[in-house]
């Protein structure tokens, strides 16, 4: 497991995009349940932001929640986001191996048994085809506390050198994320560092076929 308290890292800034989706996801997760709106039904804070913020950069993800891949070796269901290959229709509830680049799970921080459930659910995708690449995107973890946050999500913890994991911000303390308050509170504090694997995801999603 990468140690994140020896790679000496840059304090977020406003003006980082990781900044502006923690935010993001705070305003959107208090928009859907003050308002009661459709997407709480359909789609977490957490993958919409990650989601617009992929279309921005001109990737084909899917514009759904809750997606299927049908093959001659099965079916895989409740997948967050796909990156599709070039021109495929990304507003399909449901596709066919030949149009997947990859798997994508999107977290805001890891809990109790996630890294099981994504392990298992990118294992169970193998069966259906080897093409598949992986990623999981998480917007935040404690990795520089003092006691190292057992729930978090690594490539440690998922067991494949395919499984790849991106975390786009590192924090010491735990505190409600999806409160803009703390996100802007914890900025000034200077408790919020900026690992970079945002730009590691991007690159490794450009890897697309042309």
């Known amino acids: ?24 996801v705070a305003e959107e ?3 859907q349940h003050t308002q009661k709106t459709r997407e709480k039904r359909s789609g977490d804070a957490t993958e919409i932001v990650l989601r617009e913020f992929l279309l921005k950069k001109g990737f084909n993800v899917t514009l759904r929640p809750d997606l299927k891949i049908q093959g001659q070796g099965g079916t895989i269901d409740r997948i967050d986001s796909l990156l599709l290959m070039p021109k495929v229709d990304p507003n399909k509830p449901s596709y066919v191996p030949e149009e997947v680049d990859a798997i994508l799970e999107i977290k805001n921080n890891g809990v109790a048994n996630q890294s099981l459930r994504i392990r298992e659910k990118f294992d169970g995708s193998r069966g259906v085809s ?81």
């Not at 977020?12 to 995009?17: A, G, P, R, S, V």
């Not at 919020?192 to 945002?198: H, I």
């Open 130 to 210: 080897q093409n598949f690449r992986f990623a999981v995107a998480v917007f935040s973890e404690r990795f520089l506390s003092r006691t190292p946050y057992k729930y978090a999500i690594t490539e440690d913890e998922l067991g494949n050198e395919k499984y790849r994991v991106f975390t786009f911000v590192a924090r010491r303390i735990w505190d409600r994320m999806y409160d803009v308050s703390v996100v802007e509170r914890m900025l000034r504090d200077h408790e919020l560092w900026k690992t970079g694997e945002k730009d590691d995801l991007l690159s490794f999603l450009a890897r697309v076929s042309a």
């Open 29 to 31: 997760y208090t928009r």
């Open 1 to 24: 497991m990468k140690d994140y308290k020896k790679l000496n890292l840059p304090l977020l800034t406003e003006k980082d995009e990781e900044y502006q989706m923690l935010l993001a």
